[in-house]
């Protein structure tokens, strides 16, 4: 992710001019994502607008519940009065609950479009990106910011709509019964505006840092979980527990701050409530004592009076939720828009294979531009072959390797496939036409015939066993409690490292693409696990054109060409007797490696290079 796309990420960074961000925001959210559901939305307002008339209905019952029944004592009013209160109390009801699961509807289906775009945005993006964020940050922003967007949503609609068609429908009550007392009543609340501004602005920069420090909070524990072999192994407990409590502390002190500044309207409103009420008592009360006014009309009043208070808190607080939502929203869409590095040209067409020739004409490329991982680089990888690919750490080899499915792109030069640019074909055929295996295998917390068949779903029953058998990953399949049906755990944590090996073997070999690339496929196993993953390697190689990055210059000795690389060159090429021969960097690297081994014949009886 580039430094701009993560400054939502940076507290310093929120000071925004927040009025019109929010409107482009706001902008944003009603053209693309509410304006989808605008047929439920407008139900919705039918239904509040029911609900607002009828508690604008209530203080018109109040009126002849005091003068007719009270203070007339009329026995026949009793029913009908009482049975009007019923309706109007049913179809309040009624229509509540209906607005309220059409609002709820529109809000959650709202989360859940930017949650599948933001999704599809993720696992699009390039490789360079999740090595540039933390998941904790983008597990934060998945979940934790879409549902303050959808509390922000639901809350807005909602206030925008019942509460303001309800206060409405009350002002015009009160109108109806006393103007003037009205205007005494309603005179103190434009004095709330600039309050409600200035809190709303405060709340949008407490959001955004509380935000940052959930996404902190989400990778500390990600990691703790993850490592925690590592963290009993070293007895980090009681660090880890601080380094967790100091993080819950700052979300605890942000919520706190978020808690003081959202509860700053409360005594605001009371106070100017309490004023307006003083004022009605004073001025209609002595009406009341004075004959001037009924006793009906003016409980009436001042039970609309009453109920209005309570949706013009709402809007109030419609502001502070609004920003609140802001926040995330603007979080959420600085990664939906963070920009394609990865992308097909418009004309891209699909890898044709002959062979699977590949070939490195002269190619730059770094993580940094100021420190190059390859140079002037140039090799080739003839079809149906096996080239390994040696030398030190940092010298290139996996850059290498992660530029043929361009995980990453060169800056200079070019890569080709049986002669055609791989920057000129679509993704999809490229990566299609690639198999990957690594020391680090990933399992997905699934069943083994899930995991084999990753990538190609589509496949049998019968290739996945051939796969498994062909791996050397049958027998020990068939001894799992349930067999191929059996959850492997998360990341394959059921399982030994050789066994992960030989399935990741089994889902390349189900796969059959026709370029494999091995990168240090055998380097964390044992010996004996080793042998038989390095069979079934054999196996899985017959045929294809191989790309093999090993340390152990003894998995590569049959290798059709190796490439010695330093400093992001190819200092040396050729077959594993000839560069012996040479006495260069491979026979240093050789000797090196192998000063204190001895030869062992292994099981069958042939002789094995071993520690």
């Known amino acids: 992710m580039t430094e701009t796309s993560l400054a939502a990420d940076k507290p310093a960074k929120v000071k925004l001019a927040l009025d019109a961000t929010t409107k482009v925001l706001l902008g944003r959210l009603i053209r693309v994502y509410v304006k989808p559901q605008v047929s439920r939305i407008v139900m919705a307002v039918i239904c509040m607008a029911i609900v607002a008339a009828c508690t604008a209905a209530f203080p018109q019952l109040i009126k002849p519940i005091i003068n007719e029944i009270f203070v007339s004592k009329n026995e026949d009013a009793l029913i009908p009065i009482a049975i009007a209160c019923l309706v109007v109390f049913a179809a309040k009801g009624i229509a509540d609950y209906a607005q309220t699961v059409l609002m709820s509807f529109v809000g959650h289906r709202i989360v859940a479009d930017i949650q599948t775009q933001l999704f599809k945005r993720l696992i699009d993006a390039p490789l360079a990106f999740f090595h540039s964020v933390a998941p904790g940050v983008l597990i934060a922003r998945f979940i934790n910011d879409a549902n303050l967007l959808r509390s922000a949503v639901s809350t807005s609609l909602t206030s925008i709509g019942k509460d303001s068609l309800t206060l409405i429908g009350l002002t015009s009550v009160m109108f109806y019964e006393d103007w003037q007392l009205s205007a005494l009543a309603l005179f103190a609340f434009p004095t709330a505006i600039l309050p409600i501004l200035r809190v709303g602005r405060r709340m949008r920069k407490v959001a955004g840092n509380t935000q940052v420090q959930v996404g902190n909070l989400t990778t500390v524990l990600d990691e703790a979980f993850q490592g925690i072999r590592y963290v009993k192994a070293y007895c980090m407990e009681t660090y880890e527990t601080r380094r967790a409590g100091n993080t819950i502390d700052e979300v605890f002190s942000l919520n706190l701050k978020a808690a003081r500044t959202r509860a700053t309207l409360r005594p605001v409103m009371e106070i100017l409530s309490g004023l307006a009420i003083v004022a009605v008592l004073l001025y209609g009360g002595n009406q009341v004592i004075d004959d001037v006014r009924d006793p009906g009309s003016f409980f009436a009043f001042v039970f609309a009076l009453l109920l209005a208070y309570e949706p013009v808190k709402k809007l109030a607080r419609l502001h502070v939720n609004l920003q609140e939502g802001m926040a995330a929203a603007q979080r959420l869409f600085s990664l939906l828009d963070e920009e394609e590095t990865i992308v097909e040209q418009p004309n891209a067409k699909a890898l044709v294979l002959s062979g699977g020739e590949i ?64 920057c000129d074909v679509t993704l999809r055929s490229l990566r299609n036409s690639i198999a990957l295996v690594s020391q680090e295998v990933l399992l997905f917390d699934d069943t083994v015939r899930a995991n084999i068949a990753y990538g190609r779903p589509e496949a049998s029953d019968e290739e996945i066993i051939a796969a498994a058998r062909h791996a050397g990953a049958h027998d020990f399949i068939e001894e799992l409690p349930d067999g191929y049906a059996t959850d492997v755990g998360p990341r394959g944590s059921k399982l030994s490292g050789g066994q992960r090996q030989r399935i990741a073997i089994a889902r390349a070999m189900v796969r059959d693409a026709s370029i494999l690339l091995l990168d240090e496929a055998t380097s964390a196993l044992d010996s004996e696990s080793e042998r038989k993953v390095q069979s079934a390697l054999s196996t899985l190689m017959s045929g294809k054109t191989t790309v093999v990055i090993a340390h152990r210059l003894s998995t590569v000795v049959e290798a059709d060409i190796i490439y010695v690389m330093d400093g992001g060159r190819v200092i040396e090429s050729g077959g594993h007797a000839e560069l012996l021969a040479k006495g260069g960097a491979y026979a240093k690297l050789y000797a090196l490696q192998f000063a204190e081994q001895s030869e062992e014949p292994d099981d069958s009886g042939e002789l094995r290079i071993q520690a």
Not at 370 to 393: I, Q
Not at 399 to 405: A, E
Not at 410 to 422: L, R
């Open 359 to 422: 070939v490195f004409d002269k190619v730059d490329f770094s993580y940094d531009p100021e420190a190059p991982a390859l140079h002037e680089l140039s090799l080739r990888v003839p079809a149906g072959k096996t080239v390994a690919l040696v030398g030190p750490s940092g010298a290139g080899k996996s850059t290498l390797l992660n530029l043929i499915p361009r995980f990453y792109d060169v800056n200079n030069g070019q890569v080709t496939i049986d002669g055609q640019d791989i």
